[in-house]
């Protein structure tokens, strides 16, 4: 499942750091069963002109399939980002 974190501090911290640590927290917290592969660190999360991020839409290029661009979208730079993000 495709899931989004935004750190307080903002880039505070490196990225390994802050990969590590949320392996960690959902190990501990939720158990193995719910370890996740991949991590990826994105300054921008595509969004609606209404603030609402485009969840259905970045989970269909982490999964490379075909999308529409949406009509409503803010910054579609925001989509090139977290495919160059995810080697795509």
Same mark, same amino acid.
């Given at each position: @499942?495709?899931? &989004?974190?935004?750190?307080?501090?903002? *880039?505070?911290?490196?990225? @390994?750091?802050?990969?590590?640590? %949320?392996?960690?927290?959902? *190990?501990?917290?939720?158990?193995?069963?719910a370890a996740?592969?991949?991590?990826?660190?994105?300054? *921008?999360?595509?969004?609606? &002109?209404?603030?609402?991020? %485009? &969840?259905?839409?970045?989970?269909?290029?982490?999964?490379?399939?075909?999308?529409?661009?949406?009509?409503?979208?803010?910054? @579609?730079a925001a989509?090139?980002?977290?495919? &160059? @993000?995810?080697?795509?």
């Amino acid at each position: @499942a495709l899931q &989004r974190v935004v750190h307080a501090d903002d *880039r505070a911290f490196g990225d @390994a750091v802050v990969e590590a640590e %949320l392996v960690d927290l959902v *190990r501990e917290r939720i158990g193995p069963v719910a370890a996740f592969r991949k991590v990826v660190v994105v300054d *921008r999360l595509p969004k609606t &002109r209404s603030g609402k991020i %485009l &969840r259905g839409t970045m989970k269909k290029i982490v999964d490379q399939t075909p999308f529409d661009m949406p009509a409503t979208i803010e910054d @579609a730079a925001a989509l090139d980002d977290l495919r &160059r @993000a995810l080697g795509l």
